[in-house]
Nanobody, 126 residues
Framework: QVQLVESGGKLVQAGDSLRLSCVAS????????MGWFRQAPGKEREFVAA????????NYVDSVKGRFTVSRDNAENTVYLQLTNLKLEDTAVYYC???????????????????WGRGTQVTVSS
């Protein structure tokens, strides 16, 4: 059974930085692309970033490009999301997810992910 556990979310001020972590178990981690998603109050969950199984390529939603960086450590079964220059609109619950198939060809799209974690709250204040 796949288990994903996010951590690192907290209350920060606009302009601050934060690093989120997600530890995975129950799957051959190095074979799966991993994604980060977020859900703000009253809004639908949206794709934020994804990283290919090898870590050699990543994709981001336009609103976070240049501010967020996704990375992974396959030896530690962990995927990270570095958030910098945080804005009020980044306030959300952040989730990580594993792609539904190993070595998926559409990992970058953000619409083929399942096995969600429970999320970690990021709150940005002014």
């Amino acid at each position: 059974q796949v288990q994903l556990v996010e951590s690192g979310g907290k209350l920060v001020q606009a302009g601050d930085s934060l690093r989120l972590s997600c530890v995975a178990s129950g799957l051959p981690f190095s074979k799966y692309a991993m994604g980060w998603f977020r859900q703000a109050p009253g809004k639908e969950r949206e794709f934020v970033a994804a990283i290919i199984w090898s870590g050699s390529s990543a994709n981001y939603v336009d609103s976070v490009k240049g501010r967020f960086t996704v990375s992974r450590d396959n030896a530690e079964n962990t995927v990270y999301l570095q958030l910098t220059n945080l804005k009020l609109e980044d306030t959300a619950v952040y989730y990580c997810a594993a792609e539904t198939v190993p070595y998926g060809s559409t990992w970058w799209r953000g619409d083929t992910y399942g096995s969600w974690g429970r999320g970690t709250q990021v709150t940005v204040s002014s």
